[in-house]
């Protein structure tokens, strides 16, 4: 048993599975295969979430220009309207209303913050607590990206 659990977590097995199921896949079907998690680089925190919307969220029945969520680092992908409408691309001008599910991508511990937050005041608090969070975010991710022009720029003088 011991054994079998250690060839099932080793990472070697777990690509070798990987790349068999791409090849049947593109083989046998016409899926697209591509590996999400890489893609949308949800192992550094982020990930993409369903949030349901209810009578008296923060969220509720407010454009999404009001709610200003790419201040968060919060882009909404999707609206599943209650009767069932999709909405697959969202503008500026997108109602979401109660009973609206909203199909979200950005980092994980703003998104469980968003799914808590109440109408009010305390929830346009909330927001503006996430928004400086995000620019700390931001200005780390602008350091480190002139870090690395730097180190390159080093490199290339050498």
Do not use: C, F
């Not at 069932?84 to 913050?113: F, I, M, Q, W």
Request: zero cysteines; charged letters at 30%; proline letters at 1%.
């Amino acid at each position: 048993m011991a054994g079998l659990w250690l060839l099932a977590a080793s990472p070697m097995v777990d690509r070798g599975l990987a790349r068999l199921i791409g090849w049947a896949l593109q083989r046998w079907t016409r899926l697209a295969v591509r590996d999400y998690v890489s893609l949308l680089h949800l192992s550094v925190g982020y990930r993409v979430e369903e949030l349901a919307v209810e009578e008296g969220d923060w969220l509720a029945g407010k454009s999404l220009s009001e709610l200003k969520l790419t201040r968060e680092g919060v882009l909404v992908l999707g609206v599943q309207r209650e009767d069932g409408r999709h909405v697959g691309a969202p503008t500026r001008e997108t109602t979401v209303g109660s009973g609206d599910l909203l199909l979200l991508y950005g980092r994980a511990a703003t998104l469980g913050k968003l799914d808590e937050r109440y109408l009010g005041i305390g929830g346009d608090l909330e927001h503006e607590a996430s928004v400086a969070e995000q620019q700390k975010v931001v200005e780390e991710q602008e350091k480190g990206e002139a870090d690395a022009r730097k180190e390159t720029e080093n490199r290339g003088n050498r």
